[in-house]
T-cell receptor
């Protein structure tokens, strides 16, 4: 069975500082990994994905994520946080194309000015 | 990409009643998925809807409570039956194209409050 763990309920960071939101996964085959963001009272927005290829994936709004197969991790990163990055972030996984995503519990990112 | 229209966007319902949520996709897709997001929680998969067959429900979800229709390749409905306040959640429709390098797409969700 697939699963995703986001070990932190909340991450607090000062504006301008780098941020990391952690995610580890478990799948039986090759993982398809995703990050989504949810702003209050808004739908899910896709940030980035890892399917294959380079371990460092770049996505929307300056976010990037690093796939680490040996550690089964896919941490979300940004070099310089903005207050507007404050939101709820979800890591998700699936093991085949066309199947449902399995989501982590989510991590609330709070960026202070 | 796929554009998903979901309605209603929100509703306030009396306990004991039922609400049907509609999901329309702008392209044909094999699988459609329904998720529930309880307040402050993550997204939990309710069921997978494949056109022409009965939906497949995840553990903890049953057809009598969440009947799903999938009459064609672009449309699905989820009904929340005999509602109680515990059903107050956001319900989301999603599609995941069969192409491996494509992300899943989500509707804007239906915010349901049961009073």
């Amino acid at each position: 069975a697939q699963s995703v763990a986001q070990p932190e309920d909340q991450v607090n960071v000062a504006e301008g500082n780098p941020l990391t939101v952690k995610c580890t996964y478990s799948v039986s085959g090759n993982p398809y990994l995703f990050w989504y963001v949810q702003y209050p009272n808004r739908g899910l927005q896709f940030l980035l994905k890892y399917i294959t290829g380079d371990n460092l994936v770049k996505g929307s709004y300056g976010f990037e994520a690093e796939f680490n197969k040996s550690q089964t991790s896919f941490h979300l990163k940004k070099p310089s946080a903005l207050v507007s990055d404050s939101a709820l972030y979800f890591c998700a996984v699936r093991d085949q194309a066309g199947t449902a995503l399995i989501f982590g519990k989510g991590t609330t990112l709070s960026v202070s000015s | 990409s796929a554009v998903i229209s979901q309605k209603p966007s929100r509703d306030i319902c009396q306990r004991g009643t039922s609400l049907t949520i509609q999901c329309q996709v702008d392209s044909q897709v094999t699988m459609m998925f329904w998720y529930r997001q309880q307040p402050g929680q993550s997204l939990t998969l309710i069921a997978t809807a494949n056109q022409g067959s009965e939906a497949t429900y995840e553990s903890g979800f049953v057809i009598d409570k969440f009947p799903i229709s999938r009459p064609n390749l672009t449309f699905s409905t989820l009904t929340v039956s005999n509602m109680s306040p515990e059903d107050s959640s956001i319900y989301l429709c999603s599609v995941a194209p069969q192409v491996s390098n494509t992300e899943a797409f989500f509707g804007q969700g239906t915010r349901l409050t049961v009073v």
